[in-house]
């Protein structure tokens, strides 16, 4: 077959451009396809007793997804609750569950990808009805408006789908992150009845301008805010009384609650409640650690007192499951703290004050800097994050770039014009690589007629993969780049070395464990033979392969000499 890709320059610049048949799709079938089958790199865990936190959570990919929007494994759940499909275009219920995730997970699709992480959005009971934030009549589709802490949404399956695909992800080794909500609940509708008094504010607004009008307010006017700044104590709510007395499971929540309050000695105050419903998924499940909703919009000490039950709740599943325990790695939990960006440290300013949310329980936070960085000059933002993580402030934490998310209205390549570009850019950057579903399928982010982050939350475009061509291509692109971060964690969470400007040329270098892990990324090279100098990172007569085209070459005079089609070269040690 001809080639028929030009891969002049895939960074940077980021052009490429592709025919029909190209010619990673042929060579996909040998190395390549031998290399997605290969068991994942065991450097440095699950191998090691004791991993390394904030080195594994940089160097891992972690995959976000909507799991309405993701895939549909069960049509019968599809109407559940009987919720109508009378919500704004993209707003109602799309059939996608906890099911269409499993599959996809024995479909091996994330293993391909490299991923290490699975991040779903909140999969508890949502609102049954509806509600107009603005931007058209919406249900809770996207989980994050709570009737049930303790339910799973029926629309997205069963307990025992959970189960099932928390099971299938370990089995993959695979974690899976749950996506937690503490700060409010779901709006009140005509079917969803307000939280009484005593467990929510329904006002003030959150103005934003200091820390107490983004804390103890409301995100929007149609969101109850917790007030989880409150001890005092609360009885259950009377909706949830009368909902688990027909479920026939009151006394039981009772007596649990009961126990959890004797065991603590936490007043009965409502977060003290919320804290012990999110931490029973950990504790049944054996959820490896929490995406925290809106970490900003509560107190931060609430995350700490979150973070010590659910550790307690995950070694409690440990012990009782033992052989479904990856390995020693502790409980992990993220903040999606909004605005935080790497550059600011560890100090989140709220205007009045600085929070630094890593000393309250979080391990990693979301780096909402990156999608804008990633469009100046990479090697400043390689240089910069690496040091940073390793050290500067950030030694010791992780963050999480993305360069899409279910919420930013102002994402990297809105436009998808450049996914082959973006994907360089997110997955061999230092840090961990959130890859938005759809990310890699160069899924749409603008859709006519609809509004607002509805755009951003599509079903996911399986049919443009499924007719092939250049949607099919840019998967290749971001499956060889993250099957090369998970082989390599040098990439995300080692120390970064520019070698060359011009064309670009780095090496990152992780010790570990006791040994070392080395990779060497050249970019904008010409396509066909190409001779590329090593700058000593491997020593003369080391035997390299390169990740992106499968060719193997031999270190000689301080260079290596590869014949492929692309501009990009991801080189190790051939092992
Ligand atoms: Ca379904
Ligand atoms: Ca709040």
Redo the contacts with the bound molecule.
Sequence with gaps: MNIVIRAVALIGLGVIVLGRESAIGNRQSGAAARRANAPHSRFPVPGSRSPDPALFWNAATVYFLLTDRFANGNPSNDHALGRAQDGAALRSFQGGDLAGVLRKLEEGYFDSLGVGAIWLTPFVEQIHGSVDEGTGKTYGYHGYWTRDWTAVEPALGTREDLHALVDAAHRHGIRVLMDAVI?HTGPVTPQDPPWPNDWVRTGPNCTYRDYTAS??CTLVATLP?VL?DRDDPVDLPPALIEKWQREGRLDRERAELDAFFARTGYPRAPRYYIIKWLTDWVREFGFDGYRMDTAK??GEAVSAELKREAERAFADWKRAHPAQALDGLPFYMMGEVYGYELSQGRAYNFGDRTVDFFAYGYDGLINFGFKREAAGSLDDLFTRYSAALREGALRGVAILNYISSHDDGSPYDRDRADPFGAGTRLLLAPGGAQIYYGDELARPLIFAGVQGDANLRSFMNWRDLERGGTTADVLRHWRILGRFRRAHPAVGAGLHRRLQAEPYIFSRTLEADGRVDRVLVAMDQGEGAKTIPVFGVFRDGTELVDAYSGERGTVASGRISLTSAFGLVLLSERR
């Design positions: 700060n804390v103890d805010d989880t919009h509560f």
